[in-house]
């Protein structure tokens, strides 16, 4: 793949770069450019790459181009696209527009797009494609084939193909390896696989990636609430949401909002928007340490020398709670816990953090005692010590809680574990400081 | 899949439940017991399954386990896996195990076994399957179909087959659906895609995982030097791939070495280290905070309201850092954000943390004002804009400086960060402070 920028301003060269690119670097190009310019270059793509870069592109910049298409262009597209990618791009897209889209699609495409939107958010049904092909247990391999061959165009993907009973209900599952390798006269019965994983059409999206990795399967068939088969999802899609779920755990670690979008399209203004509510409610929160200081003035006062630590030590704290936090949200996340090992948890959490601060504290006292003395030493090892396991045990706590209640772990992990253990560890900071200067 | 833990003391029960149980639920429950137990179940299993189980487990709890079993069923167990998985056992293994199972192999398995561990860490090379069907051009489709008929057992995927010149130089990608679909007589020449994107045997895992994963391609195919096939990286191993590389970068952001096993398989004191030497690292970075703070000593004794609001403050500034960091660290893994985009990004970044900076500085003012008095608002006022702008700067920089040096970003985003912004947000408060009170 080529990494120089696109020539914009040369028409000439420009369309000639275009018809020799292919698809992959061209989406790659598209991205990273101004909304003007992307219009701009998408509009003088060849005709036959048009669709496949459109659909390599983020649903943002999906968008943002349909918008600045004419209408009978931006129909050609959509009606193109796969059932499961159009639902994704409408579900972005504003109201009006989709009902204007919609009416251009045949019956069929708008019927399949509009039962995937019907689907709750972050369900299996939103992504799963319900263009298959659907084979019976009684037909032959040979029979199977022809109606793989006959079929081919009206479905996402040929190699994994579901085996149902006459009422629809899943009964195994075929690949097409396994068709062109049995003997033609085998019944698919006999040769398919019944012990499937199968999905229901309500099941969260991750949940169901995470199958698909764990499982090495190509797709998972989607059933609804009565077993019947609606559809599946494919591998391509399962990569899709595992990057988005990850990508959203990432920026919550890191106390944002997921942008959803690539970094470039993003205006100042909606980068700052993903941030400031974060940040906002996070400073709320650390008026606490305000409070817990204004307690210990008197304190303060009589030592002023106890100030220069309390950076230090909030910051060890913050740090060995959000390494706990960080530690258990991924964990959860790719099923190594489950609820039911909450306490097992935290008490394994309770003593890395244990160990950690004595490590610590044991490092810190000669220094300390070196420069300022044997009872400012006591005070410090003995916070850090204490600080430590707090700051695990509350950074374990806190993401199993969340997923207890239904919120994601992601959420309430480092960032919030740090403002919540600095309050604490400056309040055993002081009490400790009182009771070993005696103030 | 059932949510029940295995019945480890009733044999009879375990040994039924096992039968009945799918492997990938099998190896799911298997990761969570202790070590002695999931020895003990997995010698329980039937024939049949314990292949299928021992491929799903994690390489830490497949080491393990062959720890525990006897010399013959090892090499079993080792003679029947694929060539990749084999080469990231054994590199996760003592090199004396490692030259005893070597030893039991057979001299084909051997050397392909041998050839992916010469590869260097992290490269295609190393997660590739040498294992593929090759086709030429010159075959007509019905050949190349009963190639793959009669060689599916020596292959570890059917479905992308490349497709190479005498010299064994890649010069395109077929798919078994592409032949299945074909007329028989068409020549594999024409119906394959020549515009295919090649991997060479020493790129990026990552790289190559993520090509994977934007151009929706079931394969790779890997080149060496010379730009002959030598292998192909399967979509399942993308996956893989991506999943450890994102389970790394949220590690690294939480201050912790990765684990790169289960959480339960790892014991406290391997937990406890893969956090104490970035606990240690960031508390004796943290010392440049005590000695700002020791060189405004005055200035804190004679205004000790000042320290109320340090971990106010710093704390702020240390999640504004943050969210620059995360943001950066995860565009630049997803490739939205290159190398050459340096500058642009860092000015983003700069007014994102200003606009950020002044709606802080703004709803601080009052109430700082009201119980404190104007002059302590504005100095809180003016650090809260300076510090955010200059925390998302840092933020942003310290990425992508990593990145411009060859560190991974991820070790330096976060808590590196917070350290930084933390000594350099109590410089700007306590200037500033000087300043407005005139001390």
Redesign the interface.
Known sequence: ?P?TPLPIDDLQTLRQQLSEL?V?SI??DL??LEPAERAKVFRLLPKGKALGVFQ?LDAAHQEELLMGLRQEQVLRLVQEMDPDDRARLFDEMPATVVRKMLAGLSPRERRDTAMLLGYPDESAGRIMTPRLIRLVPTMTAAEA?DR??RR?GTAET??ALPVTDEEMRLIGMIE??DL??AEPETPVGEIMNS?T?VVRVDDDQEKVAR??????I?AAPVVDLEGRLVGMVT??D???V??AE??E???R????EP?RR???SAS??R??RS??V???M??VA??L??NV??AF?NT??SA??L??????L???G???G??S???????MA?????P??FL??VL?EG??GL??GV??GT??YPPVWYFVGGALASIISLTLITV?TLASLVGSLMPLIARKVGVDPAVV???FV??IV?ATG?LVYFLIARAILGI
Chains 1, 2 share one sequence.
């Open positions: 793949m990494e292919d992959l989406a790659d991205a990273r390599l084939l793989v061959r081919a040929l190699y097409l390896k062109v390798l012990e994983h199958l698909i990795q764990a499982a090495d190509l591998v391509d399962a990569m899709d595992l990057g990850e990508g755990d990432l920026a670690t890191g106390a944002s942008l690539p970094y470039f100042i203004f980068l700052a941030r400031a974060w940040l906002l996070l400073s650390a008026i340490t305000v200081l204004n003035e303060l006062e002023v020398v100030a220069l630590f309390i950076p230090l909030i910051g060890t913050g740090n060995a959000a390494q936090a960080t530690t258990i949200v991924r964990s790719v099923n190594d816990i489950r039911e090992d097992r948890v394994r003593r890395v160990l950690l490590m610590l490092l810190a430590c992990s480092a960032p740090t403002t600095d400056l």
